[in-house]
């Protein structure tokens, strides 16, 4: 009787196992031409082939696996995994959203990079790897859109983690025109150089004619003559950028931007002539380098 009973059990286990397999492939059908009909609609900008997709029918969360991404203009790259945890499908211009985009590769070409492919490639690179990280939310009776963290980790780069708020926009109109009007409320930016920015210094050294390490006393002497002006003129956030600007120049390692403006500030006012010191005075931008030790 017990031999009967666990044959039994047996062939209700693979039965089940069975139901589920053909349940997930069904799944993976029905998700793969959901994702074919999203992007179908976008086909005269980008055509994207993928290898697989699932729809979490739970969570409602979305993943979508080897991505090949052409647009319309020539540029590609290929991702490894697209995963979309929450996002709003209510709105045109959704009002949250988090996901995150892993193993992005972007060949370093013209036609990905424009001039810039020549100076990527001249400091090693043949293609930029990275991931990308976004969580974002929007209130419509606040008017208030927080960003709390866009990240970027580029192997062999930097890495990137962002956050921050704006206030009066308007995501009830069409297009761009919502952020007319947009106010600065706080930000700041965590910048981790991986080995970039001394790549940088070496290129721009080369195309002068002259060693790394001379360039870097050339541009530190010009930040102290900046420091030196924005202490005359009794400006403390400008002397305090170029301080710690020289800190990272000296030794990359982290640089921590911070805005913090007295009162909502309107972004507009970056494109009506103010001078690039008068701006951090006015947003209360506050940096200091070499934050955390490097890792």
């Known amino acids: 009787m017990s ?24 799944l993976e059908e029905f998700s793969a031409a959901k994702v074919r009909e999203a992007v179908d609609r976008h086909a005269d900008l980008v055509r994207v082939d993928f290898e697989r997709a699932l729809i979490n029918p739970f969570d409602k969360s979305l993943h979508v696996w080897n991505m ?4 319309a203009t020539g540029a590609g790259c290929t991702v490894r995994k697209l995963e979309v945890e929450s996002f709003d499908r209510d709105h045109s211009l959704p009002r949250f959203f988090r996901g995150r985009v892993q193993g992005v590769s972007v060949p370093v070409e013209f036609v990905n990079l424009g001039t810039l492919a020549r100076d990527f490639r001249k400091m090693g690179y043949e293609k930029l790897d990275f991931d990308l990280f976004a969580d974002y939310s929007y209130e419509d009776e606040t008017k208030r859109l927080s960003v709390k963290s866009i990240n970027f980790d580029g192997a062999d780069l930097c890495r990137v983690s962002a956050g921050f708020s704006l206030g009066d926009v308007n995501l009830q109109g069409a297009g761009i025109s919502g952020f007319i009007g947009t106010s600065m409320l706080d930000g700041s930016l965590v910048w981790q150089d991986l080995s970039f920015t001394e790549k940088v210094v070496a290129l721009s050294a080369a195309s002068e004619g002259v060693g790394a390490e001379v360039y870097r006393e050339k541009m530190l002497e010009s930040l102290q003559l900046e420091m030196q002006e924005a202490r005359s003129l009794g400006n403390g956030y400008a002397e305090n950028f170029y301080a710690e600007l020289m800190k990272f120049l000296e030794k990359p390692g982290r640089l921590v931007v911070r805005a913090d403006p007295a009162e909502p500030v309107p972004l507009i006012y970056m494109f009506m002539g103010r001078s690039f010191e008068e701006l951090l005075d006015l947003y209360g931008i506050t940096v200091e380098a070499n934050f955390y030790s490097r890792k």
């Open 3 to 26: 031999g009967k009973f666990f044959l039994k059990s047996i062939l209700v286990l693979a039965l089940l196992a069975a139901v589920a397999a053909g349940g997930y492939f069904k």
């Open 68 to 71: 090949d991404c052409r647009f």
